[in-house]
């Protein structure tokens, strides 16, 4: 059961990188890779609305809820 | 070096100090058992140079008192070192940039069960060598006996603060686990 982040499709669908995003968000690269390879425990609100202010999209476009 | 690293660093060396001083004082006491122990075994002898009563006290009884307060004394020292030693851990830690670690926690229960036991061994010590000093002493010398053993309520207030730090620097540590894969 656990959640997963549909980050590089959302990427892949604007013509975007990890890079141009981070710069956009003002998030570190860093912090972004850990959210798109799935390893963040959590994710702050402020962080979330930022992503879809850029991607143009909502946070369930991001997120996906999978039960194993 | 910010004001708080300048702390921690002087916290560091005072410890380590103490730890140093308090394991010269163990190898003091230990000799002085020692002495205590030789001096029990040859009683009947005057060889020694041991007078017969010191201060108005049998030398068997003396070295007797003498014996307990030392072991006593030893085993406070030993609880005092192993005290000195988890501080050290706690501030080494702090030193280091990253204080907030479960590890800490542990060193602060151990610190608050080690204060602990340090007051029981004064409290036990107490009660032991006065009872010992009122069945060994002549009544108007008791007053000259006093090697200062015995535990307070502020003591064990110290105790339960220390337990009460252990625990929530746990929730501490678990909480920064928690922010360390927050994005």
Known sequence: ?68 | MPRQQHLFALTHWLVKAATWLSILLSTVLVLALAGVVVAAMNLDGNHLGIPAEIEGVARGAALEIAAAAVVAGLCCVVLVVFTFRAIEGIVDTAISGDPFVNENADRLARVGWLLLALSGVGFVAGGVIKLMVEHLVPANLHHHVDFGFGTSPSELLVVLLVFVLAQIFRRGSEMRAELEGTV
């Open chain 1, 1 to 68: 059961m656990h959640i997963t982040v549909k980050l590089d499709d959302m990427l892949y669908a604007r013509r975007m990188t990890l890079t141009d995003l981070a710069d956009k968000v003002g998030i570190t690269l860093a912090n972004l890779s850990i959210l798109k390879t799935g390893k963040a425990k959590a994710i702050r609100f402020s962080t979330l609305a930022a992503i879809c202010a850029a991607l143009e999209c909502q946070p369930g476009d991001l997120l996906t809820f999978k039960t194993e």
